[in-house]
């Protein structure tokens, strides 16, 4: 556990030149704090313990303004970069090596309890505002651009973005 926060946090290191040092982002920065709540509370949902798991998930979404279903299932060294607004649905997949940027949403359109969130694969960049929703799949190395509304599945290394508004 303790070999997968360092990696985290030099992971964060290596993205952010802001960063000045690996105690700056593990104290000040919200995107490790909610992936370590999300760790514990996954596998407290993992063990049927859900009360306790959405309880833990409460807390970080609290302290840290991103909402991570305990149920969700997030690979190794996602970047969540400022992160308030960000939410990710029960059934999300994340896969490895990916960055995630405030106002994302990897939402569901149905009430069903079934896969109804996104399946993020590796290496995709999510942009500020972009709203991923349904049981769809982004594919490794995707990005999907700032404020995208995406409802359909993303191919491999695909851009996806919002459409400009027409100037008068």
């Known amino acids: 556990m303790l070999k997968r926060i360092q990696e985290l946090l030099h992971t964060y290191k290596n ?8 105690w700056e982002i593990a104290i000040l920065y919200p995107g490790p704090k ?5 760790r514990i ?5 993992g063990i049927e313990l859900f009360f306790l798991a959405r309880l833990v998930a ?8 991103i909402e991570i279903h305990p149920g969700a299932t997030i690979g190794r060294r ?6 308030v607004g960000v939410v990710i649905g029960e059934t999300a997949i994340i896969g490895d090596d990916c960055i ?27 942009g500020t505002g972009a709203k991923v929703l349904g049981p769809i799949t982004i594919g490794d190395g995707a990005t999907i651009g700032a404020n995208s509304v995406v409802v359909r599945d993303v191919p ?3 851009v996806m973005v919002a459409p400009l508004a027409q100037q008068k």
């Open 34 to 38: 909610a992936l370590l709540c999300h």
């Open 100 to 126: 995630i940027f405030h106002g994302v949403t990897l939402g569901g359109i149905k009430f069903d309890p079934v896969k109804r969130h996104p399946t993020v694969g590796n290496r995709v960049l999510i």
């Open 78 to 83: 996602l970047v969540i970069d400022h992160g």
């Open 15 to 22: 993205y952010d030149p802001a960063a000045k040092s690996l």
């Open 41 to 45: 509370a996954h596998y407290l949902y």
């Open 156 to 158: 491999p290394g695909a």
């Open 58 to 65: 409460e807390i970080s979404r609290w302290m840290t303004g």
